[in-house]
């Protein structure tokens, strides 16, 4: 049996940093931008799915879980000793943050669906692919049961090919699988962002960030446009990371060199930040209960959040 039934995709203690009070116990607001709604919550009440990191091993179903748990506790310590000195740590010393980060990056439900789709797409292809060559297919088939009659090929191919015709057919791989996946890509992400330049960015004390189920993001940077076949990448020197590490503490890497390590956002730049969370939002976005600044549409600090669904961006995307 799970020792736990809520798994989060967004740690707890990170979420609590927007709660009043700051603890677990606390209060902080979710705005659901697909309808509109927002509510009051408790950091454990938020960005959890059922048995999300269990794995399919009988042995050790918690294996995944439990190293997570110790990740986000050394994330945990590097991330209050920052917001405590305000201050980013040395080159050495920055290493256990951007640990966390990738792993942030990469523990989401948007990257966890996204993986799972490859494997579907890339299945099924291979699959029709192989139908549509009675000889490939016969090849194929006897690779896996090499005993097998010319009658069973013809009856599993034809099967085969109904199932791929079939309406809403997809290949659904092991969560072990896209677990394995998810940690493999956080350690090579963790390597791309060691290569970059850090650069920490503090709010106003009145202004606070806000963060979201997808509280990563990458923007390329300016004169880039972005298309179908270019998006922002780790490892691409246009690109911009980012990640909110609480209320008034933002972490930015690029290439190049930024000017100063430490830098004072105004209120404006807090409320472009903020629009850009929104946006990179899969669904749901968390602050503090007293509210957050945005960007409106004619370019003024507008207070949040109803007023954001005015935004085009967030209203194309409501109807997803």
Not at 64 to 71: H, N, R, S, T, V
Request: include cysteine; charge should be negative; hydrophobic fraction near 40%.
């Amino acid at each position: 049996m799970n020792r736990t039934a809520r798994q989060h995709f967004v740690p707890a203690f990170y979420l609590s940093q927007w709660a009043v009070p700051e603890e677990r116990t606390g209060k902080l607001k979710v705005f659901d931008r697909t309808n509109g709604k927002s509510w009051q919550t408790t950091p454990d009440g938020v960005a959890f799915v059922r048995d999300f990191y269990t794995l399919d091993i009988r042995e050790a179903p918690q294996a995944a879980e439990d190293a997570l748990a110790k990740l986000e506790s050394i994330g945990a310590d590097a991330i209050r000793d920052l917001v405590a000195n305000n201050l980013l740590p040395n080159d050495d010393s920055m290493r256990p943050l951007l640990a966390f980060v990738a792993i942030q990056a990469t523990r989401t439900l948007r990257v966890r669906e996204n993986i799972d789709r490859f494997y579907s797409d890339t299945h099924m292809l291979l699959l029709g692919t192989l139908v549509d060559e009675p000889t490939a297919f016969a090849a194929h088939a006897r690779t896996v049961e090499p005993g097998i009659s010319d009658e069973d090929i013809v009856k599993l191919r034809e099967q085969s090919r109904a199932l791929l015709e079939k309406p809403g057919t997809r290949v659904c791989m092991d969560q072990t699988t896209l677990i394995n996946d998810t940690l493999k890509m956080a350690a090579e992400i963790e390597d791309l962002l060691c290569l970059r330049q850090w650069q920490l960015c503090i709010s106003p004390i009145e202004t606070s960030f806000i963060t979201s189920d997808d509280p990563v993001a990458l923007d390329f940077e300016r004169g880039v446009e972005p298309s179908f076949l270019n998006s922002p990448g780790f490892g691409r020197k246009d690109t911009v990371v980012s990640f909110v590490l609480g209320p008034r503490h933002l972490i930015i890497g690029r290439a190049p060199v930024p000017a100063r390590r430490v830098r004072e956002f105004d209120t404006q730049e807090v409320a472009g930040y903020n629009t850009r969370a929104a946006w990179n939002a899969a669904r749901f976005f968390y602050f503090r209960t007293s509210g957050f600044e945005f960007t409106g549409p004619t370019g003024d600090v507008v207070a949040g959040p109803n007023e954001l669904l005015r935004l085009p961006e967030i209203a194309d995307h409501s109807d997803d």
